[in-house]
């Protein structure tokens, strides 16, 4: 199992905070894959040559499009949707005295009900035309489209990575990990400046159950949001199996900003799973030598030694990461699932609390905690479970699953409420 690097996002109005009627979004261990709304790398450590990294015989040409200009660009359909909603929405129009912050009617043009109802859907990145015409995204998509008409607007935008948000997810045999994006909106100059009226920087953020107020965030530059975008679609195309288009894809990432580390590691997977297993070590090396403990590296590395015979320097490569990662992502969930298989109801509850208590939003873990409550009869708690499995959803047919599951539920309880309890 690889690891790559994924994705997340609710839309709050910080410091100061607003939440829009979303879900969550953006960016792997065992051979961990990171997309999504990804780490980037410091300007620390040695340069990385990617010429012996890149080979590109290997793969049949490209037939995709991969366009980094056109990752955050607007549209004369969202421009006509911006002068529809806001009347003055030039970019250089000034405002009156008495006219309302321009940021807060843009949210309220893109996230109130009634106007665009934008929808979180984590299962395909989208450009930020693309989130527009499907009105859905994840949290990278909805952050970049946000931000494009920001400008527009001429609003200042400043994209911000979040720190202890990372997200463990899987995807078929990869596990994903993805760190939260957002972005700060600045206030558009005017002439008028009214004594005491300036507000803070105001945080547009789409992940459900975000915490404004405590959020560490570090400043992204825009290429390197988009070589996250490009990142997120080769982690998705390999996903789907499709790894010709998706080394193109995490080659333009890499290209796009080689201080993005996930995207070489995005790469090192892709050749593994290809077969080019030696040159997936030397991959995973660069990373490495770059951030000697990058966790994802260190794990893609090791099975890649494993797959070549190399058992002793794999064990070595196991052993600090035991060290540095006691007990891995899906470590309390696997043990959880053995227990249910077991019919140890009790023990699969506490395992599977464990694994919530440190990724309280994976929606999979509060799905598998109702269900050993069902084991249990606790059908209360079977009813909260589900309703947060579907309240976290990052795709629209994972909420209709636990959206049926859970009326089915509540139809049940209905009908039998002395039995239900």
């Known amino acids: 199992m690889e690891m790559v690097m994924g994705t997340t996002i609710p839309v709050l109005k910080g410091l100061q905070t607003l939440r829009a009627p979303l879900l969550l979004g953006a960016a792997l261990l065992a051979g961990a894959l990171m997309t999504g709304c990804a780490t980037t790398a410091g300007d620390t450590g040695p340069a990385i040559d990617t010429a012996p990294l890149i080979h590109d015989a290997l793969f049949p040409p ?35 005295m008495d006219a309302r912050d321009m940021r807060h009617a843009l949210l309220d043009a893109l996230y109130t009900r009634g106007e665009l109802q934008l929808e979180y859907d984590a299962e395909t990145t989208r450009t930020a035309a693309e989130a527009f015409e499907a009105k859905a995204g994840n949290c990278l998509s909805l952050a970049m489209m946000t931000a494009a008409f920001a400008r527009e607007l001429d609003l200042p935008v400043a994209f911000r ?26 206030r558009r100059k005017t002439e008028f400046r009214v004594l005491g009226s300036d507000e803070p920087t105001l945080i547009v953020d789409f992940l459900p159950g975000a915490e404004i107020g405590r959020q560490r965030a570090m400043p992204l530059e825009e290429r390197t949001i988009v070589a996250m975008y490009l990142n997120n679609r080769a982690a998705e195309l390999m ?28 790469l090192g997977v892709i050749y593994r799973r290809h077969g080019d297993t030696v040159i997936a070590e030397g991959v995973f090396r660069a990373v490495l030598q770059r951030e000697p403990s990058n966790l994802q590296a260190m794990s893609n590395l090791a099975q890649s030694l494993r797959f070549q015979g190399r058992l002793a320097e794999a064990q070595l490569l196991e052993t600090k990461l035991a060290e540095l990662q006691p007990y891995p992502p899906f470590k309390f969930f696997d043990l959880g699932l053995a227990a249910m298989k077991a019919g140890e109801y009790a023990k699969a509850r506490d395992l599977f609390a464990k694994e919530i208590d440190r990724s309280a939003y994976y929606h999979e873990f509060h799905f598998w905690m109702a269900l050993a409550n069902v084991g249990l009869g606790k059908w209360d708690v079977v009813r909260d479970e589900l309703g947060k499995a579907e309240e976290y959803s990052i795709t629209v047919r994972q909420r209709q699953l636990y959206a049926a599951k859970l009326d089915s539920l509540r139809a049940k309880m209905s009908k039998a409420p002395t039995i239900m309890r």
């Open 239 to 266: 996903s789907q199996g499709q790894l010709a288009r998706a080394y193109w894809w995490a080659r333009a990432a890499w290209l796009h900003d080689p201080r993005l580390l996930t995207a070489l590691n995005t």
């Open 62 to 96: 490209s037939t995709d499009v991969i366009d980094p200009g056109q990752v955050i660009a607007m549209t004369p359909k969202m421009r006509e949707f911006l002068r529809s909603r806001i009347p003055n929405a030039g970019a250089h129009t000034t405002l009156t």
């Open 161 to 186: 990575q979040i720190y202890d948000e990372e997200q463990w997810s899987r995807v078929g045999d990869l596990q994903v990990v993805s760190n939260h994006v957002n972005i700060a909106l600045g």
